[in-house]
């Protein structure tokens, strides 16, 4: 026999109670054999065959469906002759859903950072579309992360983040250690075919860049795969430009400050397109911005699965010689400034947050990327609905002293998605000028939704 774990009370039972499982969609019963007639067996037979072959035909349907809507765009087409992407694209529900399969179920996914799992037995929690997933470091310091679901009877096992030194299902108390493996069972005594080995919280594959936690929702990596193996995240996640963003500052020597959350009534793919428009919308809705840049200097380059947009800075104490926004496909977005020089106690800007340094802690800063970064994720939540999480590093000698915030793009993409879903619009067109980024985003999609 199997083993088992656990103790508690012996169920007494007599006949065996009706159960219930499903097997990919459809839905089987198990009925005890001294109440299941020849008649009945054919009858829920017959239900249960139809009900697959609705299910089946529906599923292709929809499949159909959306692929039609996805070759309603042409990444052929040269931008300056390009339509952008139908308005379905934004709005349909059946869409949203075969994008979260082809776009965010395959490939490496930014979720969190290293500071949020510093210490031994720190964890933070996460849902990306229908995966609910929880990340921590073990107590040997490895990295961990699995689907945040109770092998049981499916209860999320853990919310948030903090410290545990193992997860307790809130429902049963069913208990897993750091490790995912599955420490306790209670009452199940009298439980037959039950391997323990069998029943530990599904993995699913991790990995670290620099200070940003990834996870694939795909692949199977080996077992010892070890979590800090750059080279295959930087070729898969980043491609070409991992080195240029290293050089851009982009690593771990900057203290995790805080984080803004944000619900927005728009499609994720809006917000994305506000941000990869070549700085298009900041004369127009970030004036107090765009006065402290020279908008003639926007550059955007692309390549594999990222863009990069630069702007030097102006004249003014505002903000600093030059700006630099990159972003990882799909949904990630990583800001760093470069300062030339700091009239010290001022007050600088970048969006979406206020911030104002003494002089002490300036000193330091003249003529490089810093002292700050930001990063922006987007995630799904519907085809109509997207959460932006704002997190905010800084230099570990830097003290801010003041802080706050603007709602401008928050306020743009919630007007553009009602825009997509007026029966006045389809589809528009690019400044081919200035949204090549957005351009290049919208190819990449088409390209995950062929796949």
Not at 399 to 424: N, W, Y
Request: include cysteine; charge should be neutral.
């Amino acid at each position: 026999m199997a083993a088992m774990i656990g103790s508690g009370q012996t169920i007494k039972t007599g006949l065996q109670p009706t159960l219930s499982h499903q097997r990919g969609h459809c839905r089987f019963y198990q009925t005890p054999i001294s109440t299941l007639t020849t008649e009945n067996w054919r009858r829920r037979r017959s239900i249960t065959v139809a009900s697959c072959s609705l299910h089946h035909n529906s599923e292709n349907s929809l499949k159909s469906h959306c692929e039609k809507l996805v070759h309603e765009f042409d990444p052929e087409v040269p931008i300056e002759k390009a339509l952008t992407p139908p308005s379905s694209w934004y709005t349909d529900a059946s869409f949203y859903d075969f994008e979260l399969d082809r776009v965010f179920y395959r490939g490496w996914q930014a979720v969190g950072y290293t500071e949020q799992i510093k210490e031994p037995r720190d964890f933070f929690t996460g849902r990306l579309g229908t995966v609910e997933f929880v990340v921590c470091r073990d107590e040997k310091g490895k990295v961990q992360a699995f689907h945040n679901v109770c092998r049981h009877h499916a209860s999320i096992l853990a919310s948030g983040s903090g410290q545990k030194t193992c997860f307790v299902c809130p429902y049963h108390g069913w208990t897993y250690g750091l490790d995912g493996a599955l420490r306790k069972a209670t009452r199940i005594t009298g439980i037959q075919n039950f391997n323990v080995n069998e029943f530990g919280l599904i993995a699913i594959d991790v990995a670290v860049w620099g200070p940003f936690v990834l996870l694939n929702l795909e692949r199977k990596m080996s077992p010892d795969y070890d979590v800090g193996d750059n080279d295959l995240v930087e070729n898969e996640w980043l491609g070409s430009t991992s080195e240029l963003l290293k050089c851009g500052g982009v690593d771990t020597s900057l203290s995790y400050l805080f984080r803004r959350e944000y619900t927005i009534d728009c499609n994720w793919k809006v917000f994305c397109d506000n941000y990869l428009d070549g700085g298009y919308h900041v004369p127009y809705a970030h004036k107090g911005l765009a006065s402290g840049l020279e908008l003639d200097s926007y550059s955007t380059t692309t390549y594999e699965k990222v863009s990069i947009q630069s702007c030097a800075g102006g004249s003014t104490e505002r903000v600093g010689s030059k700006a630099l926004y990159a972003f990882i496909y799909p949904n990630f977005m990583i800001n760093r400034y470069l300062l030339s020089s700091i009239k010290l106690g001022k007050l600088f800007i970048f969006k979406p947050i206020l911030f104002l340094f003494d002089r002490a802690s300036c000193e330091s800063c003249a003529h490089r990327y810093g002292p700050w970064m930001d990063t922006n994720l987007v995630v799904p939540l519907g085809p109509r609905k997207c959460q932006v999480i704002f997190d905010y590093f800084i230099e570990p000698h830097l003290k801010v002293t003041k802080g706050s915030f603007h709602m401008e793009d928050i306020i743009l993409c919630d007007g553009v998605q009602r825009g997509l879903e007026s029966p006045a619009y389809c589809s528009g067109r690019y400044a081919p000028t200035v949204e090549n980024a957005m351009y290049h985003f919208h190819q990449l999609l088409h390209s995950n939704l062929c796949m």
